[in-house]
């Protein structure tokens, strides 16, 4: 499936739209990343131990929005937004969401 951020996809002309379609994940960080992440704004520096969570949330939000535009018949996704939150009582949680437009292409 192709899956893009721009309304249309050069040479595959939209041949039905399906609708919108959305895909969700909320991860937790343990107290252990947390530790580990403190320690890398003290120092400074890249926290990778937090990159690799937003990247799995993001692939896990987007894998859902991929499988629920199939369910429905599309070939692509096109317009698609990506949305980052922290959530629960003191935002130890991170929401990815994703939305875009399921679309069958030619």
Known sequence: MIISTTPN???????KYLGVV????IIGANVFKDMMAGIT???GGRSTTYEKVLIQAK???IQEMVDRAGQWGANAIVGIDI??????GSGSMLMVT?????????
């Open 59 to 61: 692939d896990t939000a």
């Open 9 to 15: 996809l050069e040479g595959h002309p939209i041949q």
């Open 98 to 106: 994703c939305s875009g437009t399921a679309v069958v292409i030619g």
């Open 41 to 43: 704004d003290f120092f």
């Open 22 to 25: 959305t895909g969700e994940t």
């Open 83 to 88: 949305d980052y939150e922290t959530v629960g």
